[in-house]
């Protein structure tokens, strides 16, 4: 399997602009999850999927984020308008069905600067 | 709530030198503990794991035992090279439904001198 792919790798856009960032779970995980990585804040869960269904965006800063995730192999964390405070690197993860014991598998991440 | 708390960085050592970077956890029950690694523009990598009280996980050289009387899950190597600078990352996970998500510490930079 080639692993978590997340598109693109780099962003760069103006502040009000729309951002889609993309990504392709390892096929026959059923968690995908969304972070932030920032120097100041650190890595932060955004939200994250069980079979599709989001279980906990309680991490979603604002109404400006959302995250959609249309079928198995595929999700998508969007950020409208984009500010330059949304500057960060987003990753996205993915893990099997667990009992608690199964590691996520991260993407190479998308670098995301809002100038 | 739950979470995870881990040694303030940057950590700087010379090589050869013996590591140890300071976990410790809070959870309402059982978790599974990992130690993700995270080289320059990377993503995160699982470096090992222990999923339950007294396991010890090992890899590359660097081990961590879980101790749930500490709630503790410390890293160490005993012998460090310039190729583990990196950050490290400890994390817990928790699930026994679809509710299963994983904790993140804040992270501690290694840098290792020659």
């Known amino acids: 399997d080639a692993g978590v792919i997340q598109s693109p790798r780099h962003e760069v856009t103006e502040m009000g602009q729309e951002v889609t960032l993309r990504c392709k779970p390892i096929?026959?995980?059923?968690?995908l999850f969304w972070y932030r990585q920032t120097m100041m804040r650190g890595l932060e869960l955004l939200i994250y999927f069980n079979n599709n269904v989001p279980i906990d965006d309680s991490g979603m800063p604002e109404d400006r984020f959302s995250a959609k995730m249309p079928n198995a192999s595929f999700s998508t964390l969007k950020i409208q308008p984009s500010e330059p405070r949304d500057s960060a690197v987003y990753f996205c993860a993915s893990s099997p069905q667990s009992l608690g014991n199964t590691e996520a598998f991260f993407g190479q991440g998308t670098r995301l600067t809002v100038v | 709530g739950d979470s995870v708390t881990q040694m303030e960085g940057p950590v700087t050592l010379s090589e050869e030198a013996f590591l140890t970077i300071n976990c410790t956890y809070t959870a309402t029950g059982y978790p599974s503990l990992f130690w993700y690694v995270q080289y320059p523009g990377e993503g995160l990598q699982l470096l090992l794991k222990?999923?339950?009280?007294?396991d010890k996980g090992s890899n590359k050289g660097f081990e961590a035992t879980y101790r749930k009387e500490t709630t503790s899950f410390h890293l160490e190597k005993g012998s460090v090279q310039v190729s583990d600078s990196a950050v490290y990352f400890c994390?817990?996970?928790?699930?026994?439904?679809?509710?299963?998500?994983?904790?993140f510490g804040s992270g501690t930079r290694l840098s290792i001198r020659p």
């Open positions: 222990a999923t339950k009280a007294d």
């Open positions: 994390a817990q996970r928790l699930g026994y439904s679809s509710a299963s998500k994983i904790i």
């Open positions: 096929s026959g995980h059923d968690y």
